[in-house]
């Protein structure tokens, strides 16, 4: 069968077994419909490689056309990082709980990645942070984030200090448990338990969202995406930097947190029929019916 994506590769929920029975029935599909899979290293280990070529991410971002990722919002997250050079495009097959990005539901998955072997999809570009922690003017640690920079008190139980500028210009001394740097992605993600705004994938905005803050008129604030955003800590205040929930790094007093929009964008691909404010409806549970 000719098709766009003569080489897809599939990604699974890290080691978990819970996937291996449906990642398995779809490389077999695939496989049928004549397309090259690729198994990432991690998720064959996790199921079983079953004869079908076992490869890294660096191996997938140059061979692959399509990766296809079964899990929940984290597996996807692990993935755009891994793959944002490499432009390939990435599906969602939602595995976990509320799935913001990975949107397709596990019961209609055959019937949603053939209509995208048709060439029946829609394509959606999110854009990623770059985060850097300079200490004495240097890097100390560089990485990306789609979903969100967290920078946070870590294990002392009284608030930390703040200063935050946005291209160099002071928005507030911030007294709080910490402060979420969110893309739009994000928004919907740890700021939102913060009171952080929902930002459509389309907005060109970063959104700035305190966490407990002391003074309650301290609130979230949305930037363009233009913007370069610093977090100095102040000392005696150490504290503890996460970047999507899955990586970290222990900042001390006087470093800055800088961050700005990265080069790399991600692409989605969605299934025909695919809403963002459908997505929120649902996963939301705006329009329910009230209980009585």
């Known amino acids: 069968m000719n098709s766009a994506f003569p080489t897809i590769a599939l990604i699974g929920k890290y080691q978990s077994r819970e996937i291996a029975e449906s990642l398995l029935s779809l490389a077999a599909f695939l496989r049928q419909r004549g397309v090259e899979v690729l198994l990432e290293e991690a998720t064959a280990a996790a199921v079983g490689a079953n004869g079908y070529s076992v490869a890294d991410y660096e191996t ?122 969110s893309t739009p992605t994000g928004s919907t993600a740890y700021a939102l338990s913060a009171n952080g705004p929902i930002l459509h994938p389309a907005v060109p905005g970063i959104a700035i969202v305190p966490l407990c803050p002391h003074a309650l008129s301290n609130r979230p604030i949305t930037v363009n995406d233009s913007c370069t955003i610093d977090i100095a800590l102040l000392p005696p205040h150490d504290a503890r930097v996460h970047f999507d929930g899955q990586t970290r790094f222990d900042a001390r007093a006087g470093d800055v947190v800088r961050i700005r929009r990265s080069h790399h964008n991600i692409t989605l691909l969605h299934p025909p029929g695919y809403s963002y404010f459908a997505m929120l409806r649902e996963k939301l549970h705006w329009s329910s019916t009230p209980r009585r």
């Open 60 to 181: 997938i971002g140059v061979r692959a056309r399509l990766a296809l990722i079964l899990g929940g919002d984290g597996t996807m997250l692990n993935a755009a990082r891994s793959l944002a050079r490499f432009d390939v495009p990435l599906v969602g097959i939602n595995q976990g709980r509320l799935g913001f990005m990975t949107d397709i539901a596990l019961g209609a998955m055959i019937e949603s990645i053939t209509a995208l072997l048709e060439g029946k999809f829609s394509r959606e570009q999110r854009f990623l942070l770059n985060a850097e922690v300079l200490r004495d003017g240097a890097a100390a640690y560089q990485t990306l984030a789609l979903n969100d920079v967290v920078v946070n008190k870590g294990d002392i139980g009284r608030m930390i200090e703040l200063e935050v500028k946005v291209d160099g210009e002071l928005i507030h001394v911030l007294r709080a448990d910490g402060l979420i740097v």
